[in-house]
């Protein structure tokens, strides 16, 4: 990165230009220059004068955003890699927009909250905040009642941008105990995560949609919609939806971070992805996943027997693949992972879960035997095209359903109604396990709705409600 210095400046492009619009420089406010910052604003005017939208592009010479608010009256274009810095704390208001420019390699657009520092986003249902390209047409409405255009591009259009990096302070299990986040320079200090603070905060994050992310960093390499490198517990994530991102939805590097409420649709690669020793939670998922795996669960890279030992809880996940002709596979255990799948729904994968078994050492099919992975209470159906002895299978193809870790899941219809609520007498019952931690909300039913119908927390501010899931 260049000397010290924040420049934030706005560009009209032909790609933001909107109908009846036009730009009027006279009337364009300007901040005052300080020696963090300098902001230099132009706005959008209708036929008639009024201003319809006031853009803000944001571009990082080092100095980060500095501790600011960014309000939905302005909608902020990321101009490359805009970091929040160690001591900082970007606070942004609900129902506001941003979008990362395309570029791609070293000048790719990406949000990174780096180790030290908090991001305080706090979207609504009726307002979430909105991390999307600067080709989507969306907008907030002039009179701040909501969102005008819903956006031009098509659910599957991804690899504008970059997407959102949190990283923190929390325990990975591989040497040295902290790496460089895969999407960053290996140059810059600020892109680097770990420590020995499980308990660390990074701020919140509800109700927060990213879309149409992943841009090529090079050699194939694509940023995750959500990446999350040693990220603690402490740290709030609630009601976050990913979909289009070219590569993974969601990755966890390390750490103990929290999701409920999680939404992963149509994204390139995998739709939950996590390494380094992970041992997080995350409660109500919905996977909806036309490409490659619903997850891909690592335990650790350097070395690949680390500890302390991937074992993330999932419970009431609903995970739709493509379906049998695809080929793909719900879930993938490898390199040590271990984990815990609780009351949930597998349907429509072309094949079904598998661990790795090297047949000596450290590997997961070590972490199953150990109890540290376990797959109980579930429900698959349309995996493996419902052949009872590939639904949960080793790397060797030998069927692990009887396992002592593998317990009390059926192959049985969730018989859907309106295509998420499961109606099966399997699906409206729910056992859990003792010291669950107080974490997790205990339900009566399996996936990651109530089948009753009374909890559709996937609409009225996700994209995923509006064009996929009907």
């Not at 009601?239 to 409920?260: C, M, P, Y």
């Not at 639904?391 to 295509?419: E, R, Y």
Request: with cysteine; proline share 3%; charged share 20%.
């Amino acid at each position: 990165m260049k000397n010290l210095k924040l420049y934030l400046f706005v560009s009209l492009l032909g790609a933001i230009s909107i109908t009846s619009c036009k730009k009027d420089e006279d009337d364009s406010p300007t901040t005052p220059t300080t020696p963090e910052t300098t902001y230099s604003t132009s706005v959008i005017k209708d036929g008639s004068g009024n201003i319809v939208e006031t853009i803000i592009t944001v571009e990082d010479f080092g100095k980060g955003t500095g501790t600011i608010t960014w309000n939905r009256a302005n909608t902020y274009v990321l101009n490359g890699m805009v970091f929040v810095n160690s001591g900082q704390t970007l606070t942004i208001e609900e129902g506001t927009v941003i979008k990362g420019q395309s570029g791609q390699g070293e000048n790719a657009s990406a949000l990174i909250v780096a180790r030290g520092a908090k991001i305080n986003a706090d979207g609504t249902s009726t307002n979430p905040i909105i991390f999307t390209s600067e080709a989507d047409q969306i907008r907030r409405k002039a009179d701040d009642s909501g969102f005008e255009n819903s956006g031009n591009l098509t659910p599957s259009t991804n690899g504008l941008w970059g997407g959102l990096i949190i990283l923190g302070n929390a325990v990975l299990n591989s040497s040295p105990g902290e790496s460089a986040v895969e999407g960053i320079p290996t140059n810059e200090s600020r892109g680097l995560y770990g420590g020995n603070n499980d308990l660390d905060n990074s701020g919140s994050l509800k109700y927060i949609s990213i879309r149409h992310g992943g841009t090529d960093i090079g050699a194939g390499n694509e940023i995750n919609g959500l990446t999350l490198g040693g990220v603690g517990s402490a740290t709030e994530i609630d009601f976050v939806e990913i979909i289009a991102n070219a590569d993974d939805g969601v990755e966890f590097f390390g750490g103990t971070a929290r999701i409920k409420h999680l939404i992963s649709t149509n994204v390139g690669d995998d739709a939950i992805d996590y390494d380094e020793g992970w041992r997080g939670f995350v409660q109500f998922a919905l996977v909806y996943q036309p490409s490659d795996r619903g997850g891909e669960h690592d335990g650790g890279t350097d070395p690949e027997d680390g500890t302390p030992y991937a074992t993330p809880v999932f419970a009431n996940v609903t995970s739709i693949g493509k379906g049998m002709a695809s080929g793909k596979r719900a879930l993938t255990f490898r390199d040590n992972a271990g984990g815990l799948y609780w009351n949930s729904i597998f349907t429509e994968w072309g094949k079904g879960v598998d661990v790795e078994d090297l047949g000596s050492g450290e590997h997961a099919m070590a972490r199953l035997n150990a109890g540290d992975l376990q797959f109980s209470q579930n429900i698959l159906w349309n995996c493996a095209n419902n052949q009872l002895n590939e639904q949960i299978v080793d790397n060797n193809g030998n069927d692990l359903w009887m396992h002592a870790n593998v317990v009390n899941n059926q192959m049985t219809d969730p018989m859907f109604s309106n295509v998420l609520y499961p109606q099966a007498t399997e699906a409206a019952s729910a056992i859990w396990p003792s010291g669950l931690d107080a974490w997790f909300t205990q339900t009566n039913y399996k996936g990651a709705f109530n089948p009753n119908m009374s909890d559709a927390w996937h609409e009225s501010w996700t994209l995923t409600a509006q064009t996929v899931i009907q």
